[in-house]
């Protein structure tokens, strides 16, 4: 090949770009805290662990499909309820827990893709609104075909207890955390190479990335689909935490508490899915100890909704890109970016040799 | 002529319209391996849209392409797969990715990766700022950049529209350069008549959406037609 002459001399960068630490490594560590953790709290923390690491897996998927692909979706928590009672008729006819969990993921990964399809056509408001007939459609589907999925009443799941002198808390801690640490671990690298990068061209430019050979519709559809099976498993960990499924464990309000947890975590990160899924357990369980102690029932039910509200604007205004985007400025960082108002979405940014 | 029998990309009458407009009407073109053709005419001659066709982005109504002598009917996300790659008259950048994974988006060939994405933005002199976002460059290097995309894929034929828009005398000369020698076939779509008067082997001159010319350089310079078409009819 010919080369043309460079004008000024480049020196050749080593090239890792950002420090990247080993998902695996991680998520490790993370296995190993958690499980210290399961020893040491008591049963309703455990079990409030345990829901966090449920909503893990929903935030993880949710995170991909709207952080770096771009696509909205109002739609989550129809998906998760999907799944739930998928695990349900599963676990009530089947008694396999394992069964019923892959036969969840299968389920609303197929429904996922079929919304996929269509949502892969649609953008801005226009999916948003395609995936908000989803969260409305499929709650009432269950009182349409009210014998198979009993109304408003909704299933019981009838799980048989944990093997031993494992508390039942402990147990779906460790369920829940073990799904949640798989899907984080796929996911993650799942998004580090091409199909990240894919993901992320197609957020920001469809006719960019066409051009550069990318195949929008798909990855659009891909990245719906490995959303789905996320949402479909968290769905089906919820069913098995509450022993029970309804409609309404799955409100509409569950899809936009859901999206707002993930942006004030950090959209597009997966720790940001990790705060968000803390913070979907923490916030409300605060806001009804605050209710509680104020004695007033009907704060209890809107308090939460308040508190998200609250911390969402307040989050956005100190840290547009959420709380996983913040650093602790080192000495030399902050040598670096002065006081600039980007510095706090690409902290890494680097300018010189400019023309 | 070339000896090869319709090696390259050619178009065979293409006619475009859209509703009444008659953006392109009977275009013929053909683009032999390694040749530079450039593609000019006034605003609204129906340069970008010949683009469009090539890219799918545009179908037409009447007419043919073909590549390499086979019927082609172009998808854009397709093009890469084979071996066309298209720069936009913007700039089409990722900017939630950096410069260096700005291109490596481009880099789609088989056991290739970061190595081959530094070597095209090395060779458009944009190495230094691989780790950047693109929106905090000026929009000279975001040019570069988009160019290393489109060269990091290794095309066999480059298409660039408008590469020079906006750029100052040093770095169109510096285009002009990267032209001349990247070894594959480029079609190029421009305003600056220098660049492409300096670069091109062939020029298609456009109006209304008619083919009004073609020929080298030289042909194009002395055309009657070609001047009437810029500066008006003379009275």
């Given at each position: 090949m010919t080369t043309v002459a460079i004008p000024e001399k480049v020196e050749r960068r080593r090239v890792p770009t950002r420090r990247r630490v080993s998902p695996l490594l991680v998520v490790l560590v993370a296995a190993a805290v958690i499980a210290v953790l399961t020893y040491t709290l008591p049963p309703f923390r455990n079990y409030q662990l345990a829901t966090i690491g449920a909503y893990l897996c929903v935030t993880a998927g949710l995170t991909v499909l709207t952080g770096l692909n771009g696509q909205l979706s109002l739609g989550h928590g129809a998906l998760m309820a999907t799944g739930a009672y998928t695990l349900a008729l599963m676990q009530n006819r089947f008694d396999m827990l394992v069964l019923g969990l892959a036969a969840a993921i299968v389920v609303t990964t197929a429904v996922g893709a079929i919304i996929g399809?269509?949502?892969?056509?649609?953008r801005g408001p226009y999916l948003a609104g395609l995936t908000l007939a989803v969260a409305v459609v499929v709650p009432s589907i269950t009182s349409t075909f009210d014998e198979t999925f009993n109304s408003d009443q909704g299933l019981t799941v009838a799980l048989e207890p944990p093997p031993g002198t494992i508390g039942v808390e402990q147990w779906q801690a460790w369920l829940c955390w073990g799904a949640a640490l798989v899907t984080v671990l796929l996911l993650a690298y799942a998004i580090r190479g091409r199909f990240g990068r894919d993901l992320r061209a197609v957020r920001d430019d469809e006719t960019a990335a066409k051009l550069a050979g990318v195949g929008v519709a798909r990855t659009q559809v891909l990245a719906f689909v490995v959303s789905s099976a996320?949402?479909?498993?968290?769905?089906?960990?919820?069913?098995?935490?509450?022993?029970?499924?309804?409609?309404?464990?799955?409100?509409?309000?569950?899809?936009l508490f859901l999206l707002m947890a993930i942006v004030i975590g950090g959209l597009g990160r997966l720790s940001g899915a990790v705060i968000g899924a803390f913070l979907l357990v923490a916030l409300p369980s605060v806001a009804q100890s605050i209710a509680e102690d104020a004695g007033s029932q009907r704060l209890e039910g809107n308090l939460a909704l308040t508190f998200f509200g609250v911390v969402l604007v307040v989050v956005m205004l100190a840290a547009p890109g959420g709380l996983a985007s913040l650093r602790f400025p080192t000495k030399q960082a902050s040598l670096r970016f002065p006081t600039k108002k980007a510095s706090l979405r690409f902290p890494r940014k680097k300018q010189k040799g400019q023309e | 002529m070339s000896t090869h029998v319709e090696q390259g990309l050619s178009l065979h009458d293409i006619t475009v319209r859209f509703g009444g407009l008659v953006a392109l009407e009977d275009v013929s073109l053909r683009v032999s391996p390694g040749r530079v053709v450039g593609v000019i005419g006034p605003n609204g001659a129906g340069k970008t849209t010949l683009f469009n066709v090539?890219?799918?982005?545009?179908?037409?109504?009447s007419g043919s392409i073909t590549l390499d002598g086979k019927a082609f009917s172009p998808k854009p996300h397709q093009l890469a797969r084979h071996g066309i790659a298209r720069t936009l008259q913007g700039v089409g950048q990722?900017?939630?990715?950096?410069?260096?994974?700005n291109v490596l988006v481009g880099v789609r060939h088989r056991g290739a990766g970061t190595a081959a994405a530094y070597e095209a933005l090395e060779r458009c002199g944009v190495a230094d700022v691989a780790d950047a976002y693109p929106a905090s460059l000026p929009n000279a290097r975001r040019k570069r950049v988009e160019l290393a995309r489109a060269l990091a894929s290794r095309p066999r034929i480059l298409m660039l529209d408008e590469p020079a828009g906006g750029l100052d005398g040093a770095e169109i000369d510096w285009l002009a350069e990267l032209i001349k020698a990247v070894d594959t076939t480029v079609l190029l779509v421009e305003h600056h008549m220098d660049l492409v008067m300096s670069v091109c082997d062939e020029i298609l001159v456009l109006d209304f959406g008619k083919p009004i010319a073609l020929g080298s350089p030289a042909e194009i310079r002395a055309d009657d037609k070609v001047t009437e078409a810029y500066l008006g009819t003379a009275a």
């Open positions: 399809l269509a949502a892969a056509r649609l996320c949402a479909g498993l968290a769905g089906a960990l919820f069913a098995v935490l509450a022993q029970s499924v309804s409609p309404g464990a799955f409100p509409l309000t569950l899809s | 090539v890219c799918g982005f545009a179908v037409p109504q990722f900017n939630g990715m950096t410069v260096l994974e």
